[in-house]
Nanobody, 122 residues
Framework: QVQLVESGGDLVQPGGSLRLSCTAS????????MTWYRQTPGNQRHLVAT???????HYADSVKGRFNISRDNAKNMVYLQMNSLKPEDTAVYYC????????????????WGQGTQVTVSS
């Protein structure tokens, strides 16, 4: 049984930092692209950052220079370090595991976690 579990979401002030974590089980983790998406009410899930099995990374323009995605294949974990947070970063953040190239808009492919809420507000 495949399971992805996110953690680390919280309420943080603008300019602050958070580190999200996602633990995967039931898959050969090193073979999967690991991606963070985020979703606000009434909208689709949008790609935030991805790190492929080959180690390639891609970031949404809105988070470049502020967010960093990393993975630890030995621990089956992926992280999202978020710095200089802005109110517009407020969303539910989801972890996705998928073989091959991830999509810019989250779809039914791959495996999803349950999400973790990030709120940036003073």
């Amino acid at each position: 049984q495949v399971q992805l579990v996110e953690s680390g979401g919280d309420l943080v002030q603008p300019g602050g930092s958070l580190r999200l974590s996602c633990t995967a089980s039931g898959i050969i983790f090193s073979l999967y692209s690991m991606t963070w998406y985020r979703q606000t009410p009434g909208n689709q899930r949008h790609l935030v950052a991805t790190r492929t099995a080959e180690g390639r990374t891609h970031y949404a323009d809105s988070v470049k220079g502020r967010f960093n995605i990393s993975r630890d294949n030995a621990k089956n974990m992926v992280y999202l370090q978020m710095n200089s947070l802005k109110p517009e970063d407020t969303a539910v953040y989801y972890c996705n595991a998928r073989l091959g190239v991830p999509s810019s808009i989250g779809d039914e492919r791959g495996y999803w976690g349950q999400g973790t809420q990030v709120t940036v507000s003073s």
